[in-house]
């Protein structure tokens, strides 16, 4: 079967920092870009960024970030482990939410800086999604 599941998630005061994991199963997340994306309470689910399928030809930087999270927020892979981390460093309150990790479809590339990355239509496999909560 084809799975993600985010883990990590959990209560941390502002200004701390928290890991989340994407593991896959079932097949190479190295082949597919992945995004994360979140869903707070009341709120519509956004992109938070993105990260692309290695690639040493690749023109643009490979990864992309929203408004919101750059500066605070990292995505890297440890192939080893078909994992996928998002790092989260400066964390606010307002990035309490639901957090999901998901894969793109095949021969779909849009982790790039002139991509469309954070459309939903991209993506084809979900995971569950994990609770960040960000209070004191």
């Not at 200004?15 to 709120?43: E, H, I, M, Q, T």
């Not at 992109?47 to 990864?63: L, W």
């Not at 927020?73 to 998002?86: A, E, P």
């Amino acid at each position: 079967q084809v799975q993600l599941v985010e883990s990590g998630g959990g209560l941390v005061q502002p200004g701390g920092s928290l890991r989340l994991s994407c593991l896959a199963s079932g097949f190479d997340l190295d082949n597919f870009a992945v995004g994360w994306f979140r869903r707070a309470p009341g709120k519509q689910r956004e992109g938070v960024g993105c990260i692309n399928a290695p690639d040493p030809s690749s023109p643009e930087t490979n990864t992309q970030f929203s408004d919101s999270v750059k500066g605070r927020f990292t995505i890297s892979r440890d192939s080893g482990k078909n994992t996928v981390y998002l790092q989260m460093n400066s964390l606010k309150p307002e990035d309490t939410a639901v957090y999901y990790c998901a894969k793109v479809g095949t021969g779909i590339a849009p982790c790039y800086s002139l991509g469309s990355w954070y459309d939903f239509g991209w993506y084809d496999t979900w995971g569950q999604g994990t609770q960040v909560t960000v209070s004191s």
